[in-house]
């Protein structure tokens, strides 16, 4: 198995970096981006998002804290530290270790939520999965834009079914469609799962939805490389069960006290 400290030197110079646990558990982390607490729009306004739907619906305006969003989603290397500290190997394993710097897929929520456990306790940090609210704002900042860069789909800003890949793609592969606080693949290759349940809007985080414990399906955000860009629209969720774990099923993480 190749070992984590054999990073990629793209990993390198996208500023990954490996540490040590107190218990010589090799962990690896993705670098950080900064979102500022305050409002910002979340779900779609018709008048501007052609696409909208209604799960999307209404447009309403919440207030976040600060936190920080890891910059890439997390990828093959950093989880092959989890295998390696004795989690069970995701689908297609072998072949996903030819990618280091590729999104890991294959992974349900319950997998992605026990490796920012796994994360925690080795970092000394809370990490967690963002909700989708804080999903949402990493990925199209404070003024309701539709994607990313702006209200207009691009096809070479994202890896989605208009681009033709096929498949997942090394991270930060489209440096044109980062997010208004710096984030990269918040729109395609991987969907990724957040810690909410799928529920109607408005948001609301104190009405059970961030519950940990709970069989209900979970919403994922962002879609993949086998998606269009109707489903890669900032505000598009998609929902699936929480044990579900498929070949364009990932996630990213967020460092930042537990939700209360």
Known sequence: ?????????CLIQLDFSV???????????????????GDFLMGSDPAIDIGAYHSELPQHRMTLAAYQIARY???VAEYACFVQAGQHEPANWQQQLEQLDHPVVHVSWHDAVSYAQWLSACAGQP?????????????????????PW?????????????DKKGSTTPVGSYPKGVSPYGALDLIG???????????????????????????????LRGAAWDFSAWEARAAFRF??????ALDDFGFRLVLAPPIA
């Not at 090799?26 to 670098?31: A, D, H, K, L």
């Open 1 to 9: 198995m190749t070992q984590p400290s054999q990073l990629p030197l």
């Open 19 to 37: 540490f040590h646990a107190a218990n010589g558990a090799e962990y690896v982390i993705s670098p950080l981006c900064a979102v500022p607490g």
């Open 73 to 75: 989603p997390v990828t």
């Open 127 to 147: 990490w967690r999965l963002p909700t989708e609210a804080e999903w949402e704002k990493a990925a199209r900042g404070a003024d309701g834009r539709v994607y």
């Open 150 to 162: 702006d209200d207009t789909f691009c096809r070479t800003r994202c890896n989605t079914s208009e």
């Open 189 to 219: 290759n991987v969907w990724g799962w957040t810690s909410s349940i799928f529920r109607p809007y408005p948001y609301d985080a104190s009405d059970g939805r961030e519950q940990a414990e709970s069989a209900e399906h979970r919403v």
């Open 239 to 244: 929902d699936y069960s929480p044990g579900a």
